[in-house]
Structures are given as structure tokens and as C-alpha cells.
């Protein structure tokens, strides 16, 4: 089993940053492909950014410009830089990453965090 554990979010004012954090732990793991999703309010659940483990990075296009993923596979961490937001950037956001257990690759979420974006 793997766990996601995300952190940094908050209330933020327009025009602000953030950094998001999300950090994988388990026994005998290796994390490939990892995401960034987020839900708005009364919203599905949309695909922000996903880095591969060689440091391949998409970025949607609603974000592109002001977000950046990136990640250390030392510490199997992925980070969400989140510039200039935008109140409809306000979100739950979730960690997604797929990570290979005992020979059989699986896909796994972290509990998510709330992102707030106002005045």
C-alpha cells in the first residue's frame, strides 16, 4: 500500500501563490507518474498537471503559465506551484499517482486539500 499525504493549501488573495505538497510513503514502492487534480465547488474533477518519473510535465491549459509541477523521487514528493491565482482556482485539490507494489502498478489518491482564493 501507498499513501499520499498533501499539504500547503489555505486562503490565498487573488494575484497570490501557493505551494502544494504531496509526499507518498509504503513499504517497497516505486511512484512512476504523477498528478495534480481539482475539484470546484459543485464541479467534476479535472486533471491540473501530471509529471512523469523522468521529469516529463503536462500542464492543462487553464493553468498553463502560472502553474508548475514538479518533484524530488528522492523523497517521492510532487509540488504544485500555483502563481497569480485566480478566484476560480478555488478547489479541493488532490494528489494522484501511480506507483509500482509487489510486481503490479496501481493508481492511488491523497485525501486532498482545500484551496481558497478571495478577497
Known amino acids: 500500500q501507498v499513501q499520499l499525504v498533501e499539504s500547503g493549501g489555505g486562503l490565498v488573495q487573488p494575484g497570490g501563490s501557493l505551494r502544494l505538497s504531496c509526499a507518498a510513503s509504503?513499504?517497497?514502492?516505486?511512484?512512476?507518474?504523477m498528478s495534480w487534480y481539482r475539484q470546484p465547488p459543485g464541479s467534476q474533477r479535472e486533471l491540473v498537471a501530471t509529471?512523469?518519473?523522468?521529469?516529463?510535465?503536462n500542464i492543462a491549459d487553464s493553468v498553463k503559465g502560472r502553474f508548475a509541477i514538479s518533484r524530488d523521487n528522492a523523497k517521492n514528493t510532487v509540488y504544485l506551484q500555483m502563481n497569480s491565482l485566480k478566484p476560480e482556482d478555488t478547489a479541493v485539490y488532490y494528489c494522484?499517482?501511480?506507483?509500482?507494489?509487489?510486481?503490479?502498478?496501481?493508481?492511488?489518491w491523497g485525501q486532498g486539500t482545500q484551496v481558497t482564493v478571495s478577497s
Open positions: 494522484n499517482a501511480w506507483a509500482l507494489t509487489t510486481g503490479t502498478e496501481r493508481n492511488y
Open positions: 509504503g513499504n517497497s514502492f516505486t511512484v512512476n507518474a
Open positions: 509529471i512523469t518519473r523522468g521529469g516529463n510535465t
